[in-house]
């Protein structure tokens, strides 16, 4: 399967691509998850990419794409992926029609994690994540077994440098302004699936399988919260 993960910061795509990948044994391509590898390692796209992500702000386009384009071409994603955190713009999703059109593939769902937008503010500044496998935690909602060590290999967790809650505040709104809109570019693909993402992590995880196992829908493209997002915030 070709997957697409879609929503806002903190609405919990990075979660549930930990349990998708392993069930459908298909790798998670997180552009986020790259991207701070590259500035980790203080590479040439990593320092480009830095002032933009350490801003709340989305990295340009070309940048992006060219890095997704690359990672698309790998051998373990020619039986199917997850694409967590792209396409984030209109331009990125009508570019990757063309990058998929040249595959030969096309995507199966879009999964749409909905959570109102005065959530995501405490996931985001409350969140801790592992260096080494991007694994993230909630002091609330998933706290690590052992205090402040990641349970899966050990490592010291950290807070992201834009998980604060004015650089949190500043993501959400870009989305709402940038990425919401990348939406409508595939509903009219039928394959949308919207998901309550306000309840807990084993009950999304749940509504996940049921999307994925569900035939395309005559209702798909209708969505409880089209445009809600922009009223809540
Ligand atoms: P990226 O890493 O993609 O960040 P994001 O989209 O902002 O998403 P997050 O990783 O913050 O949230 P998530 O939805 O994965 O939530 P999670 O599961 O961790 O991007 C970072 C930056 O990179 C961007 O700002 C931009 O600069 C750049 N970038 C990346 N891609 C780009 C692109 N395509 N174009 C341009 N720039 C790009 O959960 C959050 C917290 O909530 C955790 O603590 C978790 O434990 C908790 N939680 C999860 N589920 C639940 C639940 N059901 N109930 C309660 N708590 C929950």
Known sequence: MNLLIFGAPGSGKGTQAEFIKERLGIPQIATGDILRSE???????????????????????????????????????????LLDGFPRTVVQAQVLDRMMLGLRKQFDRALYLYVPPEKLVERLSGRLTCPECGRTYHPKSKPPRNDSV?????TELYQR?????????????????????????????????????????????????EALNSPPAADAATSPHGGEEKVLL
């Open 39 to 81: 500035k980790r390692r203080q590479t040439e796209l990593g320092v480009q990419a830095q002032k933009y992500m350490d801003a709340g702000k989305l990295v340009p386009d070309d940048l992006v794409i060219a890095m997704l384009q690359k990672r698309l071409a790998e051998p373990d994603c020619s039986a199917g992926f």
């Open 150 to 154: 990641c349970d899966f290999d050990g």
């Open 161 to 209: 440098e834009d998980d604060t809650p004015e650089t949190a505040r500043t993501r959400i709104q870009v989305y709402l302004d940038d990425t919401l809109p990348v939406l409508d570019y595939y509903r009219s693909g039928n394959i949308v699936r919207e998901i309550d993402g306000d309840r807990p992590i084993e009950e999304v995880k749940s509504a996940i399988l």
